[in-house]
């Protein structure tokens, strides 16, 4: 588990302006990479999202330890939410292969070309202009994530009837029923 001091907690906000740890816009000192689908864009209900070609995330089962779990750094979208590994799709990137690409970035699993985990389902959230898909899949024998990049402060299994109990992001709180709906007929 990761910790951070109370130096690094907070960032240097305007004079006389508060920013909680949780809003904190400080970027990490290296950055990955920038990639084609890396960005902004707004979607049909007037929000903004990463991903100019949407974007996808994996919900990783261990059927022994649960749902590999992503506590986000502070700089990123929903810092300090906890969510799974994922992030923007690439120009012409399938969305299960963007789900894979981005785990391993984060997390170290599954191997790249997703030999590992059997998918089981993909849930789609559709906002017309821009679309986030959720790969549901399952673990073929145990694996051990690393924090890879800086995008993660932590990685947890979680077993599924407690992820509730975490500071979930937003968009994982507000699809958790449906994705456990899908995952319930593979338990």
């Known amino acids: 588990m990761s910790t951070m001091s109370s130096s690094e907690e907070e ?3 305007a004079e006389g302006e508060t920013v909680s740890p949780a809003e904190s816009t400080r970027l990490p000192e290296s ?20 991903g100019l070609n949407g974007a996808a995330g994996l919900m990783l089962i261990d059927p022994e330890r649960g749902v590999l779990m992503q506590h986000r750094a502070l700089w990123s979208v929903a810092g300090g939410t906890w969510g799974f590994p994922g992030g923007a799709r690439d120009v012409g990137e399938a969305a299960i292969d963007a789900a894979i690409r981005e785990s391993f970035e984060e997390a170290g699993v599954p191997d790249p070309n997703g030999e590992d985990v059997d998918i089981l389902d993909c849930h789609v959230l559709d906002l017309g202009t821009w679309s986030y898909t959720t790969v549901i899949a399952v673990a073929r024998h145990r694996l051990d994530p690393v924090i890879s990049d800086p995008e993660s402060i932590e990685l947890r299994w979680v077993p599924l009837d407690q992820l509730r109990e975490l500071d979930l992001h937003p968009g994982v709180a507000a699809s958790l029923p449906e994705l456990e709906e899908l995952l319930a007929p593979h338990l």
Request: cysteine-free; overall charge neutral.
């Open 11 to 13: 960032t240097s906000p």
């Open 31 to 50: 950055l990955p990479p920038r990639r084609s689908g890396d960005g902004w864009t707004v979607g049909s209900d007037g929000e903004k999202h990463w």
